[in-house]
């Protein structure tokens, strides 16, 4: 071959390869995924998570991420990540973020599959975007295959390339499937070869094809996508139940065949909202239940506190399940009374079981219908007796009978209540009670019980907890599924399989964390219509503790308002979210409840303390010490954790006759032996404790001369504390961590005072500069070793005047007020002239505070207690807004976002909590 013709070849050969590649990134590549083509069709639940800080965040609000974590599955799956990470040589950054990082906000779709007759199993998607993810992925696995307690194969499936990582002490597996840069992982391979298999009908309807172009996750404030293929709900309830135990379930799954919901987690609820599709099968309950309009539900008077599962039909027996031919000659006339008997009920039906004191007990059921003339079926009851030749004797149970019947619950009213026994006459139903509209069947035992519960009063209509529960429900709906989880506990253990028995035990905590659950559908008003869907809705729910009941309002205020039973007091205390820079807010009311309102304004717990709180702030413990809400109120401190509840040894006790008036926390103080705590107290005592409620040597307690003129100062200079406590009389100490001064203090700055301190830590004693401002309008600057620096008139004074030095919200910069009479004047260090000058209705003192953000964003909020009005200003002393906002507090909330320019403002109006967010202007 001569060499012209061998550069020609490889030229072609160059021209093919640049070709392909290109028709490739043009054709191939360029074409985007739909994820939801990649989930098998036979998959029961699909599950689509997009914001994961966010999701994180608000499970941990709602107290399901501890639960999560203690999951046995969760366990070891964090056990196999920490030791890959620490073959790797990660730090302690990489294992607490890496995952969270990788998934983002990344759209990972999860998907349950029914595998086998007793197993299900679950495949993830998880998208990859950068080549630094596959990187690190890869090198995931790499590292686990390299430990001798993994191996790590790769085998071929119809042309695709599947990697296998086995546990080998358990010979259990992982697979993995990299398509186009998405991950698919499943502990059961047929599940990531079925997606393989999908790949060669790329044109197949997705799991999602029923409900278009529908993207629940634009919505605003959902947290996750759950699609319901109802259909295939029996079958996945055989893998968690005995067969037997699931009967009147199965057939109400025939109302919807797939369901789309969004997911909304917020504090003590989480709720599920969309649309499902009705079903189409003939025979199904759909089609007979077509056409009968929802009902509301008029039981909550008759259902029992003790009530576990309630199954309410919009249904109208006679309709629903017309009565068949008798197989044998009814020469009685017994199939005709029962006709006139159903024919009096009314559109409402329902079923209902009663809690069991042990896993073995048999639950109670009781059937409830409406009658549309309780007189006339109280007629055909007695015909039937005489019928059957029933006796005419019953039991009274306060002002009700109970009768014994010989026809069974599903001839009176449909094969839903009992699908084994069908229209069947003869069977022995047991007894039946007329209460008010409704007819009661069960048996004797039973309905002595339920109808003692009546009497006393325990149902549901008198429960507060029950009846906010069905304030949140729908009022009308076809099918309405309420559970209580407490009182379900243990019928669930006896009908669950063996094998998912000891799963829940172990996860108690877990199933029991929302203990009210409705499941319902409402039928749309055009049902006949083609588009028609059901509106479902799934709410758990967990009551609301402590004695504040807080709703959302109106729209006022950005439609961010927390309503609360008593007026709030004081003024709210902004704390940093994890995972969102909106704050979460701490505000108490005059019966003294601490409420805890989470970034979503969602109240998440609520704690009457013995007195106003003071010092509310977070503490961050290191090793061996405790993090949370610090608090002090009355004669106690409080540390609250993320539940409300004080952690150990708190809550801390001082003598009954001390009233904590300040409390200050040292900063940077971590570890539980090491935390000082100054608490200041209303007989102007200092004392100086440790976390477990020990004083500092020194401080028994220590009492100044003078009342203080402002909130003391405590700070860290070298490793060595340092207490600055300035009082009225003009004087500044400060002491040391075992109580003793400072030499050189304490200093006088030559005038009373009135104000806080500005606190300047530096590395020496001299280095550190402290300011004040006394009351002939002279602001001081002294050093930590007893030196006045220098003194600087702000602005005249006179025998009226009022000065305060006023620290912003950090502690880093200060501005200074003089206040004579009604007008107030505002000063920066900078500037000679006041930013603010004003004059108000009221002559009285008026709170300021000062936020100072950085790069020229300054607000100064100035509160007039009398008229119940906060004035905003910006930097520039400008009026934001052009006028004042109603606040009935001592001062606002202010924080400042700076991926949106805008001002996050909390305040106090009465008995509500408002939001508003401010957008910032700039000259």
Not at 26 to 34: E, G, I, S
Not at 246 to 271: C, N, Y
Not at 290 to 310: D, E, I, K, W, Y
Not at 667 to 677: I, Q
Request: net charge positive; hydrophobic share 40%; proline share 6%.
């Amino acid at each position: 071959m001569s060499r012209k013709l061998l550069a020609l070849l490889i030229a072609l050969l160059l021209l093919l390869s640049l070709a392909t590649f290109v028709y490739y990134r043009r054709t191939l590549a360029a074409a985007p995924v739909d994820p939801y083509s990649l989930v098998p069709d036979d998959a029961v639940l699909v599950l689509s998570t997009h914001d994961h800080p966010a999701l994180v965040r608000h499970l941990q609000e709602t107290e399901l991420w501890d639960n999560l974590t203690s999951v046995r599955y969760f366990q070891q799956a964090a056990g196999h990540l920490a030791l890959a990470d620490s073959l790797t040589g990660g730090g302690s950054r990489r294992r607490n973020g890496g995952l969270l990082a990788l998934l983002g906000r990344k759209l990972v779709i999860t998907s349950v599959h029914v595998t086998s007759a007793r197993e299900f199993d679950v495949l993830y998607q998880v998208p990859l975007s950068r080549v630094s993810e596959l990187r690190q992925v890869r090198s995931l696995l790499e590292t686990l295959g390299r430990d001798n307690r993994y191996r790590l194969t790769t085998r071929d499936y119809e042309d695709h390339e599947l990697t296998v990582l086995t546990e080998r002490s358990s010979e259990s597996s992982i697979t993995v499937f990299n398509h186009r840069n998405r991950l698919l992982i499943s502990a059961n391979p047929a599940l990531v070869e079925a997606v393989v298999r999908r790949l060669a009908h790329p044109k197949a309807p997705t799991v999602v094809a029923a409900f278009g172009s529908v993207d629940v996750l634009k919505l605003r404030g959902m947290d996750a996508s759950l699609l319901v293929n109802y259909r295939r709900l029996p079958q996945f309830l055989d893998v968690m139940f005995r067969r037997d135990a699931h009967g009147p379930f199965d057939q109400l799954t025939g109302l919807v065949s797939k369901g789309l919901l969004g997911l909304k987690l917020a504090g003590s609820r989480a709720q599920l909202q969309g649309f499902s599709n009705p079903e189409t099968a003939r025979g199904t309950l759909q089609q007979r239940m077509r056409g009968q309009q929802p009902q509301a539900m008029g039981l909550a008077s008759l259902l029992s506190n003790r009530t576990a599962l309630l199954i309410h039909l919009a249904a109208n027996p006679a309709r629903t399940w017309p009565a068949p031919g008798l197989a044998v000659a009814d020469s009685l006339g017994r199939g005709a009374a029962l006709d006139s008997l159903r024919a009096g009920f009314d559109g409402e039906m329902a079923i209902g079981y009663l809690a069991t004191t042990t896993a073995r007990g048999q639950p109670g059921r009781l059937a409830f219908v409406r009658c549309v003339a309780p007189a006339r079926t109280a007629q055909w009851l007695a015909r039937l007796r005489r019928l059957y030749g029933t006796s005419p004797a019953f039991t009274k149970v306060g002002p009700y009978q109970i009768h014994p019947v010989s026809f069974s619950e599903a001839a009176a009213l449909g094969p839903l209540l009992n699908p084994s026994q069908p229209y069947e006459v003869e069977a022995r139903a047991g007894a039946a009670v007329l209460v008010g509209e409704y007819l009661v069947f069960s048996d004797q035992l039973t309905l002595n019980g339920y109808l003692a519960d009546v009497v006393a009063g325990l149902t549901w209509a008198q429960t507060p907890s029950q009846v906010s529960f069905l304030q949140e429900t729908l009022p009308r709906a076809r099918l309405s599924v309420f559970v209580d989880t407490r009182n379900s506990w243990n019928a669930l253990l006896g009908v669950l399989t063996e094998e998912r028995r000891a799963g829940l035990l172990r996860n108690e905590g877990l199933f029991k964390r929302f203990p009210q659950i409705a499941w319902q559908l409402a039928p749309p008003t055009n049902e006949g219509g083609p588009e028609a869907q059901y509106f479902t809705q799934m709410l758990l729910r967990h009551p609301d503790l402590g004695p504040a009941s807080a709703q959302t309002a109106g729209a006022t205020s950005n439609g961010r308002v927390i309503t609360f039973k008593y007026p709030l007091t004081g003024s709210p205390t902004l704390l940093p979210a994890a995972g969102t820079r909106i704050p979460a807010v701490v505000v108490q009311d005059s019966a003294r409840a601490l409420h805890y309102v989470s970034a979503d304004n969602t109240l998440l717990w609520s704690d009457t303390l013995t007195g106003p709180a003071v010092g509310a702030r977070l503490v961050a413990a290191g090793s061996g010490g405790p993090s949370g809400l610090l608090v002090g109120a009355g004669h106690r401190l409080h540390l609250f954790g993320s539940d409300g509840e004080n952690l150990l040894p708190f809550p801390l006790n001082l003598p009954d006759t001390v009233r904590v008036a300040a409390l200050v926390a040292a900063p940077g103080a971590t570890p539980a032996t090491a935390t000082r705590l100054l608490a200041v107290t209303a007989g102007n005592d200092l004392l100086l404790l440790d976390a477990k409620g020990r004083l500092f040597p020194g401080w028994q307690p220590k009492r100044p001369d003078f009342p203080l003129a402002g909130r003391p100062a405590m700070f860290n200079v070298n490793g060595r504390d340092a207490v600055v406590v300035p009082l009225q009389n003009g004087y500044v100490y400060a002491f040391d961590g075992l109580g003793s001064l400072f030499p050189g203090f304490p200093v006088s700055m030559g005038a009373r005072l009135a104000g806080d301190v500005l606190v300047q830590a530096a590395s020496t004693l001299g280095r550190t500069q402290l300011k004040v401002v006394n009351q002939h309008g002279e602001l001081v600057t002294f050093t930590l070793s007893g030196d006045i620096l220098t003194r600087r008139r702000v602005a005249t004074w006179s025998r009226t005047a009022r000065f305060h030095l006023v620290p912003d919200a950090q502690g880093r910069t200060y501005a200074v007020t003089r206040e004579d009479g009604n007008r107030l004047d505002f000063y920066l260090p900078d500037r000679t002239a006041p930013l603010i000058t004003q004059r108000f209705v009221t002559s009285g003192e008026k709170p300021v505070q000062y936020f100072d953000f950085g790069k020229g964003r300054r607000v100064v909020a100035i509160t007039e207690p009398g008229p119940g009005q906060v004035f905003l200003y910006d930097g520039q002393g400008r009026l934001l807004g052009g006028a004042s906002l109603p606040s009935t507090g001592t001062g606002v909330g202010l924080n400042y976002d700076a991926t949106t320019d805008t001002y996050h403002l909390v305040r106090v109006v009465g008995r509500e909590l408002r939001r508003t967010e401010l957008k910032v202007t700039l000259p």
